[in-house]
């Protein structure tokens, strides 16, 4: 569902540029932009996520010591570059946590 409305949102997107081309007044324009910005928090705000976070963990002897975790949002692919993840294709540092540690605060 969340790849649909994304789809669409792209498609709506790039229809938003055309019409900026097109002579068309200020309220059309504001209500097409309104409309856009409800679909984007929507997206925002969705409490779950359809594809689950990436997880690295660094191993010794076997054990978990420290990982990381990474908004699979964040990294996903697409050929259109609207939809890219925003670290998508780009090195990232990321310090680990300790299992279980909540850091204090």
């Not at 792209?10 to 007044?25: E, F, Y």
């Not at 928090?41 to 359809?50: A, G, N, S, Y």
């Not at 978990?64 to 090195?91: F, M």
């Amino acid at each position: 569902f969340s790849v649909f409305l994304q789809e669409a949102m792209s498609r709506d997107a790039k229809g938003i540029l055309q019409q900026q081309k097109k002579n068309i007044s200020l309220d059309e324009m504001m209500r097409e932009t309104q409309n856009f910005i409800e679909r984007i928090r929507f997206l925002i705000d969705e409490p779950q996520h359809t594809v689950p976070d990436i997880f690295i963990w660094m191993l010794s002897n076997h054990k978990r010591i420290a990982y990381t975790r990474i908004p699979a949002k964040d990294v996903l692919y697409s050929p259109v570059k609207e939809q890219r993840g925003k670290h998508c294709g780009k090195i990232k540092t990321h310090f680990l946590k300790l299992p279980g540690k909540r850091p204090p605060g």
